[in-house]
């Protein structure tokens, strides 16, 4: 099972960004895929989450500002991420559950700067 994120990066507050997550390896079509985060000396928390028949479930700190979709085709799972604020500085991870473990990303880096 491979993981691979991409889109991260340094936006000024206010602006947007959209990670993107490419699965291999799993039955992608079915399973619930969602992004953490996690900032320098904390936890690692969920941010959103979308089963494979669509469903999202959001922290309630970005309900509103981000948004997870998925393409069954491309094997994609996306975060965009609009009207960014300092405080979702982090490293964000894509992630799902296969039998028995959890499987994480590489992890991106997103700053957002005031």
């Known amino acids: 099972v491979q993981l691979q994120a991409s889109g991260g990066g340094l936006v000024q507050a206010g602006g947007s960004l959209r990670l993107s997550c490419k699965a291999s390896?799993?039955?992608?079509?079915?399973?619930?895929m969602a992004w953490y985060r996690q900032a320098p000396g904390e936890q690692r928390d969920l941010v959103a989450e979308?089963?494979?028949?669509?469903?999202?479930n959001y922290a309630d700190s970005v309900k509103g500002r981000f948004t997870i979709s998925r393409d069954n085709v491309k094997r994609t799972v996306n975060l965009q991420m609009d009207s960014l604020k300092p405080e979702d500085t982090a490293v964000y991870y894509c992630?799902?559950?296969?039998?028995?473990?959890?499987?994480w990303g590489q992890g991106t880096q997103v700053t957002v700067s005031s």
């Open positions: 992630t799902t559950l296969v039998p028995g473990q959890r499987v």
């Open positions: 390896g799993i039955t992608f079509s079915t399973r619930t």
């Open positions: 979308i089963t494979g028949g669509g469903s999202t």
